[in-house]
């Protein structure tokens, strides 16, 4: 398996699965999620309205699967961060699952090529460098060999240098 690190916009990168940094009630908001939402159509808010009514909100660490609408991708795939608000064992825990559970969505959808905005790093105000440790070691950890490339998309340069730099001795 590939780890990729680029910066850029997710909503533009070409892969099978995007993951949004969502919120429990996946309807929305700013952030990734607002850009997502905006540049992938009403198709992908009809789908998680349609989640919404099938399961209810969907909790910190959890994921759910959706169309892409018009972007490059052919699912996105919607977690919900923790917010920091003072951290603790439970955050960090909450957040290597948004990993996993995504992950597993991934697979079960035979995601090939899986894309990650730096969730929680935003809104939530996780600090990167904890964030960023959180989720190499969540996707390092995560043992299937199905998938073949994650990418982790950095938007602004300080993610962008700490995953280069957690990063560097990868696919050497
Ligand atoms: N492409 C890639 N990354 C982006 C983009 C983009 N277009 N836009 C922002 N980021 P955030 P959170 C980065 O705030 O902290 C929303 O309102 C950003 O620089 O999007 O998990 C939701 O509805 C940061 O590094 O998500 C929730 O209410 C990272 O994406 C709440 O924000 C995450 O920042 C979730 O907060």
Redesign the pocket.
């Known amino acids: 398996m590939k780890l990729t690190v680029i910066q850029?916009?997710?909503?533009t990168v070409k892969a099978d699965a995007i993951v949004n940094?969502?919120?429990s009630s996946l309807l929305?908001?700013?952030?990734?999620?607002?850009?997502i939402h905006r540049k992938g159509g009403s198709a992908i808010l009809d789908a998680c309205r349609a989640v919404r009514a099938k399961q209810g909100k969907c909790n910190p660490g959890e994921a759910v699967v959706t169309t892409a609408g018009n972007l490059p991708a052919n699912y996105v795939i919607h977690t919900v961060?923790p917010v920091w608000n003072n951290g603790g064992k439970e955050k960090e825990e909450l957040l290597k699952n948004c990993y996993i559970n995504s992950l597993k969505l991934a697979i079960e959808n035979e995601v090939k090529r899986i894309a990650f905005?730096?969730?929680?790093?935003?809104?939530?105000?996780?600090p990167k460098n904890i964030a960023a440790r959180i989720a190499v070691e969540a996707v390092k950890n995560f043992n299937q060999d199905k998938i073949e490339e994650i990418i982790f998309?950095?938007?602004?340069q300080e993610?962008f240098e700490l995953y280069n730099e957690l990063l560097k001795n990868e696919n050497k």
């Open positions: 850029s916009d997710i909503t940094a969502a919120n929305g908001g700013g952030g990734v999620d607002g850009a961060g905005p730096n969730i929680s790093t935003g809104i939530y105000k996780f998309v950095c938007f602004d993610n």
